[in-house]
Structure formats: C-alpha cells, structure tokens
T-cell receptor, first 111, second 114 residues
C-alpha cells in the first residue's frame, strides 16, 4: 500500500545547528511533496512545496530536497532557533488524489 | 490568523449527545476538508467538498455527517460517538482541488467523548 512516513522520534538539537528531517514514501511516485509546521494545539501551517522535477527549494532558512531515486524528501532548517521547535509534517497526494500526511517529526531546539 | 475559523475550539460530549462542529473560511476558496488528528497518528482525511459538492467520503462511520451549505461554510454533525472518536478535528480549505495546492487549516476543534 502507498505510504508516506516520517521518523516518529523527536529530534533534539542545539540552537544554531542545522536540523534535518526526513520524509520517505513507498509504493507510489508523488508529483510533489509539501511540508507543514504544526504547533501544539494548533492547525498545520504550510511552509514549502517541492515538485518531482525540482531537486531543491529554499525559503529563508528552510531548504527542501526531493530525491526520487531514494524516494525521500529532506527538510533542513539552518541556524535553528528555539522558536523553530514544533512538529513538522510532510504530505503528498496519493493515487486517489487525496492529500496524505506523514505522522510528523517533533523538533526541539535547545538554547 | 489563517482565514479559516473553527468553532467550538473545545467540546466535551457524552456518547448519546448530538453536536456540530463549524468551519468558516474567509479566503474565497472552493474546496473544503475535514481531517481527524488522533494522538500519535497521522492526519486522516475524512471528507472533501468541492464547490459545495462532496467529492470524497473516506470510509468514515455514519455517526459523522458533513454538511456544506455554501462554499464558505462546512459543518461536521456528530451523533452517538464513541470514546475513540476523541481527537482534534481540523478543517482546511484550498483555492481548488487541483493537485499541488496548499491547504489552509483552522486551529481545530478538540473533541472529547465521555
């Protein structure tokens, strides 16, 4: 079955370092991947979209890559700050054209 | 402020109650969605409406009944729920249902079923 998966373990890093989160998909080839940020008790907020023909996309301190060979997207936050602490979700449409989300990875940036 | 407003933000109900969740979007979008987010589980798509017409019902139990009276409003009617239905219910909208469109989420309605 088609799956989109993220590391469910929390990622703890020191302020100023680069955080790297992983999103893997299996049994399908999405045309694009989206990344969202979700703070506790709040709805997800869209961050970036990357298409299959784009290797990399940047927005301020954020960078997303899309590797169709590895079936993986990496989400990077450079010069991380405590305010970046949140859960980050990746999403893509499946064969039924429904936007499907991964389980999210919680990021904790320590001062 | 995302332009998508959900009420109530918190709801506690017994298994025999009937209640409704409301979502309103001020973005002029044509597609609206209900998602369920349970603890330690990915967001689950429940319903999709496009131009007020339901285009997806993702095998959701009949105790959840959606209603979309116009393109700005979406309701989720709840009746005879089970404790396992306790979750954060998120409403979202997008300009259209075209693939690749980002979703704009509301803050969610936290539902507790006793």
């Amino acid at each position: 079955s088609q799956k989109i998966e993220q590391n469910s373990e929390a990622l703890n890093i020191q302020e100023g370092k680069t955080a790297t989160l992983t999103c893997n998909y299996t049994n399908y080839s999405p045309a694009y991947l989206q990344w969202y940020r979700q703070d506790p008790g709040r709805g997800p907020v869209f961050l970036l979209l990357i298409r299959e023909n784009e290797k990399e996309k940047r927005k301020e301190r954020l960078k997303v890559t899309f590797d169709t060979t590895l079936k993986q997207s990496l989400f990077h936050i450079t010069a991380s700050q405590p305010a970046d602490s949140a859960t980050y979700l990746c999403a893509s449409t499946n064969a039924g054209n429904m936007l499907t989300f991964g389980g999210g990875t919680r990021l904790m940036v320590k001062p | 402020e995302t332009g998508v407003t959900q009420t109530p933000r918190h709801l506690v109900m017994g298994m025999t109650n009937k209640k409704s969740l409301k979502c309103e979007q001020h973005l002029g979008h044509n597609a609206m969605y209900w998602y369920k987010q349970s603890a330690k589980k990915p967001l689950e798509l429940m319903f999709v409406y496009s131009l007020e017409e339901r285009v997806e019902n993702n095998s959701v139990p009949s105790r959840f009944s959606p209603e979309c009276p116009n393109s700005s409003h979406l309701f989720l009617h709840l009746h005879t729920l089970q404790p396992e239905d306790s979750a954060l219910y998120l409403c979202a909208s997008s300009p259209t249902r075209v693939e690749g469109g980002e979703l704009f989420f509301g803050e969610g309605s936290r539902l507790t079923v006793l």
